[in-house]
């Protein structure tokens, strides 16, 4: 059986509204496609492992990001050389944020990150909470829900993950969620994502197909994941209706 590596960061800190939810998700669609998932739990001061095909992050809580910083900085160069080298990454909200340069919170601290993506936040006294709604040209409408106070900002040209339909996405002023660089994927979608909108959870499992075996078409499915696909699909029409 084909096996896959999926790196889980810091998900005592970090998975708010069921991010680790994107963990299981994407475990169980490996399993219908007939590879052999195995999850790496990461927390600060443990092993890293020594082969990664996917790596997922959620979100947090202030405090949790001051929980983690230090530890990721350890593990930043290896995190960016994965990155450069495109190994498909799904980092939410306050892990986006630490994929970035920095997050200057309410305090005025500045929680370092790791620079995968060229991009900044700094918090502000406005609360960016509801659902989200948005057009990716990649992945079609992609939904979930935000909660932020920290809007986040390009320090250079870089490819949204997608058009905010309705909701705020990564600042008041830009009208988009999200950054991608190579095949990591930053947004603030919560919900866990990947649950409503599985073209996103197949791109990830595609591209660590792609880098780990050398093939891009993915396998036959078992029958039960088109089924499990429409109910995706009209979770994410009901809850793009829903209002914020
Ligand atoms: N600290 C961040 C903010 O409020 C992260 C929030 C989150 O991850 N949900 O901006």
């Known amino acids: 059986m084909r096996r896959i590596d999926v790196l889980s960061l810091y998900t005592n800190d970090m998975s708010f509204y069921g991010d680790m939810g994107n963990v299981l998700v994407v475990s169980k669609r490996l399993a219908f496609y007939g590879f052999e998932p195995v999850v790496h739990f990461y927390n600060p001061g ?19 990001q001051k929980n983690i910083f230090e530890d990721l900085q350890k593990r930043s160069e290896k995190l960016r050389e994965l990155a450069s080298q495109g190994v498909p990454m799904l ?10 340069k920095y997050f200057l919170t309410n305090s005025g601290k500045k929680i370092p990150g790791i620079c995968v993506f060229d991009l900044y936040t700094e918090a502000t006294s406005d609360r960016l909470i509801g659902n989200l709604v948005e057009e990716s040209s990649q992945f079609g409408r992609l939904v979930g829900y935000e909660n932020h106070s920290g809007q986040t900002y390009f320090s250079s040209p870089l490819r949204p993950l997608g058009k905010v339909i309705s909701g705020e996405g990564n600042n008041l002023k830009d009208g988009v969620d999200g950054a991608v660089v190579n095949n990591a994927i930053g947004t603030y979608l919560h919900g866990p994502v990947l649950s409503k909108n599985p073209k996103l959870a197949d791109f990830l499992i595609q591209k660590a197909q792609l880098n780990r075996y050398g093939e891009e078409l993915l396998p036959p499915a078992a029958p039960i994941l088109r089924r499990i696909d429409e109910l995706a699909g009209k979770a994410n029409e009901a809850a793009s209706r829903r209002p914020r």
């Open 91 to 100: 980092m939410i909200c306050g892990m986006y944020q630490l994929f970035g």
């Open 46 to 64: 443990d092993v890293f492992p020594e082969h990664v095909d996917m790596v997922f992050g959620g979100g947090g809580q202030d405090s949790g």
